[in-house]
C-alpha cells in the first residue's frame, strides 16, 4: 500500500535508497490504515451506545457525521457518472480494469479500482488527470490498486468541507481493505 499524493511526493535518489524507502513507507502506511480502522470500529461500538465518553467522544466529535450528497449535485460525481469516467478513462488508457466499486455511503462518493496488470494505474491516472469534471488529487493505493476522491473540492457543500476532511483518510482506507479483500 502507498500514499499517492501531489502534496506527498516521495522520491530517493538510489534504487536501494528507493526500495527501503518504499518498504518503509509502505509499512507505516499499513500500519495507518489499521489504526484507523481499530478506531473507526471503536467509534461504531461507541456509536451503538446511549453515552459516549473521553477519548472516544473526543474523536467521534473530530469525525463529525457524514455528509449527505447536495440537492443539486452534478451528475458526473453521481454512483454512474463515476463508474463511467472511470470505464472511458481505461479505455482511453488502453487497459482492463478487474474491479470498478464506489462508495455512496457519504458525499463525496469514492472510487475504487483494481487494474489488470502493473503499470495500468500509472495510464489510468494520466487519463483521469485530463477529466474536466474530475479533479484527482490522491488516493491510497498500490500497484495494481487504487481508492481516490475525484469530486473538485469546489462541489463540496461550503458547510461541510471540514467534515469531509476529516473523514476523508478514514474512508479511502476502509474503501481500500473493502476493495483488496482486507476485510
Same mark, same amino acid.
Given at each position: 500500500?502507498?500514499?499517492?499524493c501531489?502534496? /506527498?511526493?516521495?522520491?530517493?535518489?538510489?534504487?536501494?535508497?528507493?526500495?527501503? #524507502?518504499? /518498504?518503509? !513507507?509502505? @509499512?507505516?502506511? +499499513?500500519? @495507518?490504515?489499521?489504526?484507523?480502522?481499530?478506531?473507526?470500529? $471503536?467509534?461504531? /461500538?461507541? $456509536?451503538r451506545? +446511549?453515552?459516549?465518553?473521553?477519548?472516544?467522544?473526543?474523536?467521534?466529535?473530530?469525525? #463529525?457525521?457524514?455528509?449527505?450528497?447536495?440537492? &443539486? %449535485?452534478?451528475?458526473?460525481?453521481t454512483? #454512474?457518472?463515476?463508474?463511467?469516467? %472511470?470505464q *472511458?478513462?481505461?479505455?482511453?488508457?488502453? =487497459?482492463t480494469?478487474?474491479?470498478? *466499486?464506489?462508495?455512496?455511503? *457519504?458525499f463525496?462518493?469514492?472510487?475504487?479500482v483494481v /487494474?489488470? &496488470?502493473?503499470?495500468?494505474?500509472? +495510464?489510468? +491516472?494520466e487519463? =483521469?488527470?485530463?477529466?474536466?469534471?474530475? &479533479?484527482y488529487? $490522491?488516493?491510497?493505493?498500490?500497484?495494481?490498486?487504487?481508492?481516490?476522491?475525484?469530486?473538485?473540492?469546489?462541489?463540496?457543500?461550503?458547510?461541510? !468541507?471540514? @467534515? =469531509? !476532511?476529516? @473523514?476523508?483518510?478514514?474512508?479511502?482506507?476502509?474503501?481500500?481493505?473493502? =476493495?483488496? #479483500? !482486507?476485510?
Amino acid at each position: 500500500m502507498k500514499f499517492d499524493c501531489q502534496d /506527498c511526493i516521495w522520491e530517493s535518489r538510489s534504487a536501494a535508497v528507493a526500495e527501503l #524507502g518504499r /518498504c518503509r !513507507h509502505s @509499512r507505516f502506511m +499499513k500500519m @495507518r490504515a489499521s489504526l484507523l480502522i481499530a478506531v473507526l470500529l $471503536g467509534l461504531l /461500538c461507541v $456509536g451503538r451506545s +446511549k453515552h459516549a465518553t473521553g477519548p472516544n467522544q473526543v474523536l467521534f466529535d473530530y469525525l #463529525g457525521n457524514p455528509v449527505a450528497p447536495p440537492a &443539486n %449535485m452534478d451528475a458526473a460525481y453521481t454512483k #454512474g457518472g463515476l463508474t463511467s469516467a %472511470m470505464q *472511458e478513462a481505461a479505455q482511453a488508457a488502453n =487497459i482492463t480494469l478487474t474491479k470498478v *466499486e464506489v462508495d455512496d455511503s *457519504e458525499f463525496p462518493f469514492l472510487v475504487g479500482v483494481v /487494474c489488470a &496488470n502493473k503499470g495500468d494505474w500509472e +495510464k489510468l +491516472k494520466e487519463q =483521469i488527470r485530463k477529466m474536466t469534471a474530475h &479533479n484527482y488529487t $490522491g488516493g491510497i493505493g498500490g500497484d495494481t490498486k487504487m481508492v481516490m476522491n475525484l469530486v473538485p473540492y469546489s462541489a463540496f457543500p461550503t458547510d461541510a !468541507h471540514e @467534515r =469531509i !476532511h476529516h @473523514r476523508m483518510m478514514l474512508r479511502e482506507a476502509v474503501f481500500y481493505d473493502k =476493495i483488496t #479483500g !482486507h476485510q
